[in-house]
């Protein structure tokens, strides 16, 4: 049974941990932090302060209850505070865009390791913007491109990327007009395509994510096949390409990029361990 919220003269440290049993009885995954995240949120406070915050107000204590019960339909975090922290910076996210994940964050890690300076990098699949943001506001020297497909998607990397020096582009990444004019002049190409098998079991939270963003037919290998093959046309000779995929492609994922033209074939897991995301060399 969730746990009730305490009357509205209780504290804000009182509130935050009756909300952190209801949270936990709904099985998400982090109720404390979330509780302290949402409490943060409607209130206005760090969360250093709320660990010494009096009495919410009425109102306060509401809206709180009100985002608690969407949390624990398993609602996204990301949805109820309208961001995703994502490296150094925070991305708005909501309904109609994937919310960035952790892991994601590794495949920026190689990627700046890869990056030449005043490198050009295309990031497909863009999403939110997540991936280009990082590097644009990270090696300002560099010059990136982001495509995203979805026009609902779009509207959210527009907004991310306003101001980085990034060029959002909407158009289908895998389809041979788009951006060809840079055919045989990128340094690097990142993407974090759809690749869920679409009979592989996700957590509640995935379901709120748009499905095209998530899912991918033929074992969740449709859009990473014809990406690769259009990552080796963008790259210059001696050009990386590094693109994340489902924890079952750990062998497939390498292979793929063998075929496509790609050297210095790497798998690469993410902090779990699981196989998180591939990179390779062209020519």
């Keep these: 049974m969730a746990a009730e919220l305490p009357e509205a003269q209780a504290t804000w440290p009182q509130a935050v941990a009756a909300a952190a049993k209801r949270l936990e009885a709904a ?7 979330d509780a302290e995240l949402l409490a943060a949120h409607v209130s206005g406070l760090t969360r250093t302060r709320l660990l010494i915050a009096g009495a919410p107000t009425a109102l306060q204590l509401a ?3 009100a985002l608690l019960e969407r949390r624990a339909s398993r609602e996204p975090l990301q949805h109820l505070t309208g961001s995703a922290a994502f490296r150094y910076g925070e991305l708005a996210v909501g ?3 994937f919310v960035p994940r952790p892991e994601t964050e590794l495949l920026v890690d190689w990627a700046l390791e890869h990056l030449p300076q005043g490198g050009t990098v295309i990031d497909a699949c863009s999403g939110s913007g997540a991936i280009a943001y990082a590097i644009a506001t990270e090696r300002p020297d ?7 497909a979805d026009p609902d998607a779009f509207e959210w990397l527009e907004s991310n990327l306003d101001g ?3 060029t959002p582009v909407l158009a289908d990444a895998t ?3 788009t951006l060809n004019e840079l055919d045989g002049a990128v340094d690097l190409v990142t993407a974090n395509p759809p690749y869920v098998p679409f009979e592989m079991e996700v ?7 748009p499905h095209g963003a998530v899912y991918a037919a033929e074992a969740g290998l449709a859009v990473i096949q014809p990406l690769a093959m259009r990552a080796a046309s963008w790259l210059k000779p001696g050009g990386w390409f590094g693109f994340e995929h489902d924890d079952t492609h750990g062998a497939v994922a390498p292979e793929i990029l063998g075929v496509s033209g790609f050297t210095e074939t790497e798998d690469h897991d ?3 361990g699981r196989p998180r995301f591939a990179t390779g060399r062209l020519g």
Excluded: Q
């Design 95 to 97: 309904p109609g865009v």
């Design 164 to 166: 980085t020096g990034a």
């Design 175 to 177: 389809a041979a007009a």
């Design 63 to 65: 809206e709180f209850d």
């Design 142 to 148: 560099a010059t990136v491109w982001a495509i995203e």
């Design 270 to 272: 993410d902090l779990a």
């Design 203 to 209: 957590a509640p939270e995935v379901k709120f994510d």
């Design 27 to 33: 099985g998400v995954h982090s109720p404390r932090n």
